[in-house]
C-alpha cells in the first residue's frame, strides 16, 4: 500500500528565488535609473568640488560659507571638516540618502503590498510559494540594489583619489538609510490594506525621520542619534571613518524586518494588521452618499496623518525653542528652520492628497466604482468626494502642524500670541502646491487613468529631485520654477508677502481638477 499523495513540501521562504527573478524583470528600467543616479549625484558633487575649490583657504571659505547659510545646514547637515573629503561627504550625504530612501521604500510597497492589492500575489500564492517569499524577495532587491549603488558610489570617490575607507564608509551609510526605509516600508505594508495608505506611511515616517535629523544637526544632540538621516552624516566618512555606525542600520533593519515578518504571519492575505469589521446590514442616513462614504474610506489615514502633523509641529518647536543658543552660529534664527521644516512636511503631505485623488482610480479597478456608480451618484459626484478629502485633508494636517509648532514654541519662549498666527500663516502658505499636485493627480485619472498612478507619483518625485537638485547646485532657477513648491513666498526668511504666485498655482490646480472632472465624466468607468 501506498500513502496519500501530497504536494510538494513549502517553507515560509520557497520560491523567493524565483520571485527575486521576478523582480528583477519587472524593475530592469527602473533599477538600473535608480543604482546609477545614486551613484553619479556624489560622483558630481566631488568633481565639481574639486574643480572649484582648489586650495585648504578656498575649501575652508567654501565651508563657512555653507554653515552660515540655514538652508544648507538643514537641508545637509554639519561640515565636519573643510576638506574635499569632508565638503563631499556633506554635500552627497542627504542627496544620495534621500534617493536611496525614497527608491527603496516605493519597490517595496509596490511588490508587496501593491502585488496583494492586485491579486497578483494570490495567485503566486496558489504556486509553490512560501508565506514571506514575496516580502524577502522584495527586501532582498532592495538590498542589493542599494550594495551595488555603495560600490559605485565608493568606486567613483576612489577614482577621484579620495581614500578608499572613507568612500566605502560614504557608500554604505547611503545604502543603510535606503535599506532602512525599505524595513519602513515592509511594515508599513503589513499595516494597511491599500498600497496608498502604505505609501502614505512610508513617506510620513521618513519625513518624520529627515525632521529629527535637521533638528539634531541644529542642536547637536540626541535628535540626529534617532534617524537613519542621522546615522548617514554621524559615520563621518572621510573626517571620523565611524564603521560601527553601521551597525545601526544593521539593527534597525533587523528589528523591522523581524517586526514585518511577525505582522504577516498573523493576518490574511489582502488585510491589514487590524482586519475589516463587518457593518451593520443597512447603511445609516449619514452613509447614504458618496461624500459621506469616502468620509468612511479615508477617515483612518486622514486622522492618523493630522496626528502625526500636529506632533512633528510639537517636537520642532519644543527642540529648536530648547536649541536656540545651540544654532546661532549657524542659523540667524529658528525662522529659517522652521520654514525648511514646514516645505519638507507639506511635500510629505503632497503624498497624502495624490493618494486621496488616486482613490477612484483604486475603486475601479476592485470593481466598487460600477456597483456603486449602478445605485445612485454620478460620476461626477463619485470623484469629487474624494477629490474634497485631497484638498480639505492636507489643509486640517498643515493647520494642526502649524498650530502645534506655533503654541510649543510660543509657550516656550513665551509669545504665543506672536507666534501662532506667524506659524500656523506659514504652514497655510504651502496649501497651493500641495492642491496643485492633487488636482494634477485628478487629471491624470480623467484623461489618461491606466498611467495616472505611476505618472502621478512619478511627478511628486521628479518636482522632489528638482527642489534637492537647485540646493546642491545642480540645477538653475529656470529648472527649480517647474516645481509648484518653489512659488510659495517664504516669510519668515524676510521675503515678501506676495500672495500672486499662490494664486496662480490656485488657478492651475481649478483648471487641472475642472479638466479631470470632464475626463471622468466622458470616459469609460473601466478603462
Aim: charged share 10%; aromatic share 6%.
Amino acid at each position: 500500500m501506498t500513502g496519500p499523495m501530497t504536494g510538494p513540501m513549502t517553507g515560509p521562504l520557497t520560491g523567493t528565488g524565483a520571485l527575486i527573478r521576478l523582480i528583477l524583470r519587472r524593475d530592469r528600467l527602473l533599477l538600473p535609473v535608480w543604482v546609477t543616479v545614486a551613484a553619479l549625484v556624489p560622483y558630481g558633487v566631488a568633481s565639481g568640488a574639486a574643480s572649484l575649490h582648489t586650495t585648504p583657504e578656498a575649501l575652508r571659505r567654501y565651508a563657512d560659507e555653507a554653515m552660515g547659510n540655514p538652508a544648507q545646514v538643514a537641508m545637509r547637515g554639519v561640515v565636519y571638516a573643510p576638506t574635499l573629503g569632508g565638503v563631499t561627504a556633506w554635500g552627497a550625504g542627504m542627496s544620495g540618502a534621500l534617493i536611496a530612501a525614497l527608491a527603496g521604500l516605493l519597490v517595496v510597497i509596490r511588490h508587496t503590498r501593491a502585488e496583494e492589492e492586485t491579486g497578483r500575489r494570490e495567485l503566486l500564492g496558489s504556486t509553490v510559494t512560501g508565506r514571506h517569499a514575496g516580502l524577502t524577495a522584495a527586501l532582498t532587491v532592495v538590498l542589493g540594489a542599494n550594495l551595488v549603488a555603495a560600490v559605485l558610489l565608493a568606486a567613483g570617490m576612489i577614482g577621484l583619489g579620495l581614500p578608499v575607507a572613507g568612500s566605502f564608509v560614504l557608500g554604505l551609510s547611503t545604502a543603510g538609510v535606503g535599506v532602512s526605509m525599505g524595513a519602513v516600508a515592509a511594515v508599513a505594508a503589513q499595516l494597511t490594506v491599500g498600497s496608498g495608505a502604505a505609501r502614505g506611511l512610508s513617506f510620513a515616517a521618513l519625513g518624520a525621520l529627515f525632521l529629527l535629523r535637521a533638528v539634531g544637526d541644529a542642536r547637536g544632540s540626541w535628535p540626529s542619534w534617532a534617524s537613519p538621516f542621522g546615522w548617514a552624516r554621524l559615520s563621518q566618512a572621510y573626517t571620523g571613518d565611524r564603521w560601527w555606525v553601521l551597525a545601526l542600520f544593521a539593527a534597525f533593519s533587523g528589528v523591522l524586518t523581524a517586526v514585518a515578518y511577525r505582522v504577516a504571519a498573523r493576518r490574511d492575505l489582502a488585510a491589514g494588521l487590524l482586519p475589516d469589521r463587518p457593518g451593520p446590514r443597512t447603511a445609516a442616513p449619514a452613509l447614504r452618499g458618496p461624500l459621506a462614504l469616502a468620509w468612511r474610506t479615508h477617515r483612518g489615514p486622514l486622522l492618523a496623518w493630522t496626528a502625526g502633523c500636529a506632533a512633528v509641529g510639537a517636537l520642532l518647536g519644543g527642540a529648536v525653542s530648547g536649541a536656540r543658543e545651540q544654532i546661532s552660529g549657524l542659523f540667524p534664527g529658528p525662522d529659517a528652520l522652521f520654514t525648511f521644516s514646514l516645505l519638507v512636511l507639506s511635500q510629505a503631505v503632497a503624498g497624502y492628497a495624490v493618494s486621496a485623488a488616486l482613490r477612484p482610480r483604486a475603486e475601479e479597478r476592485d470593481g466598487l466604482a460600477e456597483l456603486l456608480l449602478a445605485a445612485a451618484p454620478g460620476r461626477t459626484r463619485w470623484a469629487f468626494a474624494h477629490l474634497a478629502f485631497a484638498v480639505a485633508g492636507p489643509a486640517l494636517m498643515l493647520a494642526a502642524a502649524g498650530t502645534a509648532l506655533g503654541l510649543s514654541y510660543g509657550a516656550a519662549t513665551g509669545d504665543i500670541g506672536g507666534a501662532l498666527p506667524a506659524l500656523l500663516g506659514t504652514a497655510l502658505l504651502w496649501l497651493p502646491a500641495v492642491w496643485v499636485m492633487a488636482a494634477l493627480a485628478t487629471a491624470l485619472l480623467g484623461l489618461l487613468p491606466r498611467a495616472a498612478a505611476a505618472v502621478a507619483w512619478a511627478l511628486l518625485g521628479a518636482f522632489l529631485l528638482v527642489e534637492l537638485a537647485f540646493e546642491f547646485g545642480q540645477v538653475g532657477e529656470t529648472v527649480l520654477g517647474l516645481s509648484p513648491f518653489s512659488h510659495i513666498p517664504k516669510p519668515l526668511l524676510g521675503a515678501p508677502l506676495d500672495l500672486g504666485q499662490p494664486a496662480a498655482l490656485l488657478a492651475i490646480a481649478v483648471a487641472l481638477a475642472a479638466a479631470g472632472m470632464a475626463g471622468i465624466r466622458r470616459r469609460d468607468i473601466t478603462a
